[in-house]
DNA sequence: CGGGGCTCCTGTGCGC
DNA sequence: TGCGCACAGGAGCCCC
């Protein structure tokens, strides 16, 4: 499910609501998205601790928590395909709820229960952390340091995109759109873009990634904001989802091919 | 390093 | 209708 501009939605949304309340109950319905520590110490070094800040790097969004003994832990959250946090009402569907000091709550949903929960101490620890690749918004992140390091992998450029270790954030959707929008065939291996090719994918990435932040993210299916609403990015989708739809630049019929097992949409005559 | 296949889960939609 | 398969904003693992 959510991809960067997805999860930046919902840090910039819960940033408005849960900052500074208390978490007073924890009431846990599927606790296999609970990774570590065990249930008991999450629970109890939860409970009675204050929401401090939101942090997110790539697709983790973590919740900086002070203890009522004072000390700091990171919750860190991973929704990986179907996950979603939520502030409101407590959810009957919610896999984790948390009871805030104001009455409401933060609930964790997440259908197919692939994303992870972990409350821990050091959060550049997290090996997810220490593995991941630039910051495609960040202002270290650099063109020249993009097209060096995309001119020497073998890998098809797309299924490259998708990997969190190269850069992060990405996912299948702004792939696929960061891809048509520059014109590049998803299955051309990276290191075969010319420097021109590379510098233009490099500027429709945040491009992309920007727009649909203003978008506050794409829901073609389940994924919702902060508050339990939708992105409207899905609206503007040129390539994902439109298998044998006119392309909207040539009114090629969409290709949907598979790159490392993951579906990808792609115009032929536009993307070379 | 790169690629394919499988796995974790739940749900939906399609063809027969 | 019922059944089986493909597929879904992710990612880790194993094997070649």
Not at 45 to 71: D, Y
Request: proline share 3%; aromatic share 8%.
């Amino acid at each position: 499910m959510p991809e960067l501009p997805e999860v930046e939605t919902i840090k910039s949304d819960l940033e408005k609501v849960i900052l500074n309340k208390k978490i007073t109950d924890i009431v846990i319905h599927r606790a296999s998205v609970i990774k570590e520590p065990g249930l008991k110490k999450f629970k109890s070094l939860l409970i009675n601790s204050w929401c401090k800040k939101i942090i997110r790097r790539g697709k983790l969004l973590a919740i900086e928590i002070i203890t009522h003994q004072k000390e700091i832990y990171f919750l860190a959250v991973h929704m990986r395909m179907t996950g979603q946090l939520v502030y409101g009402k407590e959810d009957p569907k919610s896999r984790v709820s948390f009871k805030l000091s104001n009455g409401f709550y933060l609930c964790y949903n997440d259908q197919r229960t692939l994303g992870e929960l972990r409350l821990v101490k050091d959060i550049r620890g997290l090996s997810v952390i220490k593995n991941m690749g630039p910051e495609p918004l960040g202002e270290d992140f650099k063109a020249d340091d993009f097209i060096r390091d995309i001119s020497v992998r073998a890998a098809r450029i797309k299924p490259l995109l998708l990997d969190q270790k190269f850069i992060a954030g990405i996912g299948n959707i702004y792939a696929v759109e960061a891809l048509f929008s520059s014109k590049i065939n998803p299955a051309k291996k990276a290191c075969d873009l010319n420097a021109r090719e590379a510098k233009v994918l490099f500027k429709n990435i945040k491009g992309t990634l920007r727009k649909a932040i203003k978008c506050r993210g794409s829901s073609f299916s389940n994924y919702r904001d902060g508050y339990g609403n939708k992105g409207t990015f899905s609206e503007n989708f040129y390539v994902y989802g439109r298998k044998g739809l006119p392309c909207l630049v040539c009114e090629n019929s969409i290709q949907r091919i598979k790159l490392g097992g993951r579906g990808t949409y792609f115009c032929s005559k536009c993307q070379k």
